[in-house]
């Protein structure tokens, strides 16, 4: 299962996919992370192209993966085929004015936070849990190391 958690830089993904990645014991993919791994810092529409297309390969290699990116455009949410979306609609402009301008917002989604605030994540794991049908019985049993070979 892919879960992408996306929004502008500075929407609180990260934050949000680390304490999900924590309670569901399972691979947390953060694209910042991705790119220093890769040293891969290409923002032109190419270079988020492979970015979502590097993302979707990581959390494919795993039964459950929590990955946070921008994912600024309906292609690169295409491409990454999320089975959850949660959207930080959290702040009205990040911090990178060329992000802030290609953004597009998603039509689809399945959670969309308007702000912050530490009981989002009960929200998630309830989604996830009986109100959304899934257990999440299904739980890493090691960390998965992002190969060199992806890129």
């Not at 691979?27 to 923002?43: G, I, L, P, S, T």
């Not at 529409?45 to 990955?67: N, P, S, V, W, Y």
């Not at 999320?82 to 989604?109: C, H, L, S």
């Amino acid at each position: 299962m892919r879960i992408l958690i996306m929004g502008l830089p500075g929407s609180g993904k990260t934050t949000l996919a680390e304490s999900l990645a924590h309670e569901l014991d399972c691979n947390h993919f953060n694209a910042d992370k991705v790119r220093e791994q890769f040293n891969d810092w290409d923002f032109t529409a190419e270079g988020r192209l492979r970015q979502a297309r590097r993302m979707r390969e990581l959390a494919d290699k795993t039964d459950l993966a929590i990955c946070d990116f921008v994912c600024p455009l309906p292609e690169m949410r295409d491409i990454f085929n999320a089975d959850v979306v949660i959207w930080m609609d959290t702040i009205k402009e990040g911090r990178f004015k060329n992000t802030n301008q290609i953004f597009e917002e998603p039509e689809e989604y399945d959670l969309r936070f308007t702000s912050w605030n530490p009981g989002n994540l009960d929200i998630v794991l309830d989604y996830l849990g009986d109100d959304h049908g899934r257990k999440m019985d299904q739980r890493c049993d090691q960390a998965y190391a992002i190969p060199e070979s992806i890129n």
